[in-house]
């Protein structure tokens, strides 16, 4: 059996056109010999009746008192409307789906409710369905514990569903189709010129992922790699040939591939009167004791530098007052990525950088760099400025 996993977004299915161009997918994929596997996202984005952030606001009113195994379980709600309104669709066209939640495709989850590591795929009751000529239909984003509680598996899991799928069915592909013909060299949002790439290594599209483009979910990813099953992003209302992503992409030096923001962040900056040593440990332990994550860390004699999430600022005053340390905060800041292949001699990629945010006057609060990717701290309200002129250079130069 060739087994194609064909993972629906929330804009693919909010309407009943878009519903039948993604089906008009699968039909495509059946007629090319291969036996479909459907996963769905919720139906819509916020505002939409049946979208997860509707569903969530039915009870995360100011004072929020659910319990996160309950949110969870209004959560699941929407993907399973999602694909059982799907079924019914495929039915009006003669074909039978069934209707497959997380837990019934197999999908084992510890019990971190809201963000549910998964703890392994048992696919038999999919090739069950498969076997009997239907079209299994998934409830994407979704898991159960052994104990038989519904989880979910992040923001964005819908995606993670579909690799962990197509990784545990050994597909010949996976593809997820969304509201782009694939990923681009920015998010066609900020910056309009943006262009479609046509092929990426899983570690570059990892990179752009996980640093703020949330085209796809970085852990979909990381299994993709895992089975090494090519994953194709794709549109679900064209006929683009999507991105294609896996291994075998020529690995051309010093080539840029994309770059990324990530908005809401604050940079704390600290300084010691002594060198510091022992009291910047004392602070890293409390961060992690309250989970907060911290990020872009330069320690230097006497001070130290570092960002953390907007919505941890609060937290994290808290504990630098309570050592009485001396420290400056700025909110409201943006963390850009630059992302590439193998930027060696970095210095050129950094000095371009750092003159183009120069001559148009985006104050650069901090920068950092590895092997593939470039980081530097601006203020958010510079944002879509500073990656539109990056992108005009690095994307756009002739
Ligand atoms: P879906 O509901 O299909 O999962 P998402 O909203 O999660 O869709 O992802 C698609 C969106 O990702 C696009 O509409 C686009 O705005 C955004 N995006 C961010 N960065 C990129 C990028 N580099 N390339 C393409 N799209 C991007
Ligand atoms: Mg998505």
């Known amino acids: 059996m060739k087994i194609i996993v064909q993972k629906f977004g929330g804009t693919s299915v909010t309407s009943n056109e878009k519903r039948n161009m993604a089906i008009n ?39 929020n008192h659910m319990a996160k195994r309950e949110v969870d379980l209004l959560m699941c ?91 545990a069915l050994k597909a010949e592909s996976i593809e997820i189709y969304t509201d782009v013909d694939g990923i681009m060299t920015a998010d066609p949002n900020i910056v309009p010129n943006a262009k479609i790439i046509d092929e990426m290594s899983y570690n570059e599209v990892f990179q752009l992922a996980d640093q703020g483009a949330k085209v796809v979910h970085p852990r979909a990813v990381e299994y993709a790699l895992a089975g090494n099953i090519p994953l194709i992003i794709k549109n679900t209302v064209s006929d683009a040939p999507g991105t294609v992503i896996t291994n075998s992409r ?51 004699p006497g001070q130290e530098v570092f960002i953390v999430d907007s919505a941890d600022t609060y937290a994290v005053e808290n504990i630098l007052k309570q050592l009485c340390i001396d420290y400056r905060i700025i909110n409201n800041c943006s963390k850009v990525s630059l992302i590439g292949n193998t930027m060696r001699g970095m210095t050129e990629v950094m000095s371009k950088l750092l003159k183009t945010l120069e001559c148009n006057n985006v104050n650069v609060l901090q920068t950092s760099n590895s092997r593939t990717t470039i980081w530097c701290l601006i203020k958010e309200a510079d944002n879509r400025k500073a990656l539109n002129e990056l992108h005009n250079v690095f994307f756009c130069a002739s």
């Not at 709600?77 to 669709?89: F, L, R, T």
């Open 250 to 300: 020529g690995q051309a030096e010093n080539s840029i591939t994309g770059i990324t923001s990530m908005v809401n962040k604050t940079q704390v900056i600290i300084n010691f009167c002594d060198n510091g040593c022992n009291t910047c440990n004392d602070i890293f332990e409390l961060l992690a004791k309250k989970d907060i994550n911290i990020d872009l860390v330069n320690v230097f």
């Open 25 to 63: 997918k699968v039909i495509a994929a059946a007629e090319r010999g291969y036996s479909p596997v459907v996963v769905v996202s919720a139906m819509g984005r916020e505002g939409d009746p049946y979208a997860t952030d509707t569903l969530l606001s039915l009870v995360n009113s100011k004072d």
């Open 77 to 167: 709600c929407g993907e399973i409307i999602s694909a059982v309104v799907m079924a019914e669709d495929f039915a009006q066209r003669g074909y039978e789906a069934r209707v497959l939640t997380g837990g019934n495709a197999g999908i084992i989850t510890n019990a971190n409710f809201g963000d549910a590591s998964v703890i392994s795929v048992e696919a038999k009751r999919i090739l069950h369905v498969l076997e009997q000529g239907l079209i299994p239909i998934v409830t994407g984003f979704q898991g159960m514990t052994e104990d038989g509680d519904y989880t979910t598996l992040g923001r964005g899991g819908s995606d993670i569903t579909g690799a962990l799928l197509g990784k």
